[in-house]
């Protein structure tokens, strides 16, 4: 679950998106009743919230599977009334639910609302040498968890990055994202308090962008709470600094395994270095449209072998490729002729190519693995600015 905003106004539209993913996984690996990739959902609505519109409704029924592995609605609302914080809670069942059955709590996001005038002297308070993007507290506690942000600046370039956090359990081992690209590794130590911890520099385009906050493989709970640019750009502009190249000489194994409009996902790794992550490029009709670490842990690759399992990605496309036209998707590794297997995969995708869209049709070739009996759902609660 996700907002447009993370503050907002009294009176200001606020549109709010659920998402839900399918995932294979061996049997050996997990087990789930039949029919659990089907469910119903509640929304449970902060008090002062009043929805105006979106295709989410309660009790909403939805069957994921291979050939459909994502699903999303949305919400449109306003707040009538200022608070300290408000929270929406997803709840979820069985596909025969009904408003008498036993739901679980699957994700919250909380806002914080404030009068017109808070709101623009906040912002103005934030102009200056260091400008802060704050949000109500969120939480990750394994690295699937991730939780992300969206923050503006003017001017495409390099800038230095800190956050708040906290980590009341352990030292935590944490990652953050940059609009969809490398996984850069932040040591947190353990603190029950709020505390600044510096990122490094980061590449940051013009406008609008997507900052992915989460822990790391090895886990611990890890909780932020704003996200600082300190000064103005250390350089002009130019094309966004790539994640870091891969070792020469590499030996790789990977699976192309989906794509639609909404991801693009796969596996791959390095027998040569079996633990280490391997950066990927994505290619549409030829074109690089990004690239990502393949870095994210999934049980079923360390037990067939593949290192320490730290190597699947999911790579979201980006506007322009929603613009109706036929996409062939291909995924190679950086720096390599090595192109992942089972690509490439043709999808189309219903916009304009300056905007977001749900995918039409999925083709693929080649030789696919097939599907497992078994999923899982992995919900994600998201909080953007």
Known sequence: ??????????????????????????PALLYTFASSNSFRLKLILPEGFVRTGGDYADLISTELSPTRSFVRYTVTGYFTQAGSETT??????????????????????????????????NRQAREGAASCTSFGEICSGNQFEVRYQTISVATEGDY??????RSHEKAVNGFIRV??????PVAFPMT??????????????AGNNSIGLSTGPAGGYICF???????????????PTPPASNPSGGNYDGNFEGANCDNIWGWVYDRNNPNAPVTIEVLANGQVIGSISAAEYRPDLQNAGKGNGQHSFNFTPPASMKNNQNQS?????????????????????AGSGNSGGNGISTHQSGNNHAPTNQQRFEWQLRGLL
């Open 192 to 205: 029950t308090t709020f505390q600044n911890q510096a990122v490094g520099t980061v590449h940051l385009q």
């Open 160 to 165: 230095p990055m800190a956050v708040s956090y």
């Open 88 to 121: 929406f809670r997803l709840l979820r069942s069985h596909a025969n639910a009904d408003q008498t059955s036993l739901f679980v709590e699957k994700a919250r996001l909380s806002l914080t609302v404030v009068n017109s005038a808070e709101l623009v002297s």
């Open 179 to 184: 609009n969809n690209r490398a996984a850069q």
């Open 329 to 349: 998707i291909s995924v190679r590794v950086q720096g390599s002729g090595y192109t992942l297997v089972n690509g490439p995969k043709t999808i189309q995708c």
């Open 225 to 239: 709470n704003s996200i600082c640019l300190d000064g103005a750009s250390t350089s002009g502009a130019g094309n």
């Open 1 to 26: 679950m996700q907002s447009n905003r993370t503050k907002t106004a009294v009176g200001q539209p606020v549109e709010l998106t659920i998402t839900a993913q399918y995932f294979n996984l061996s």
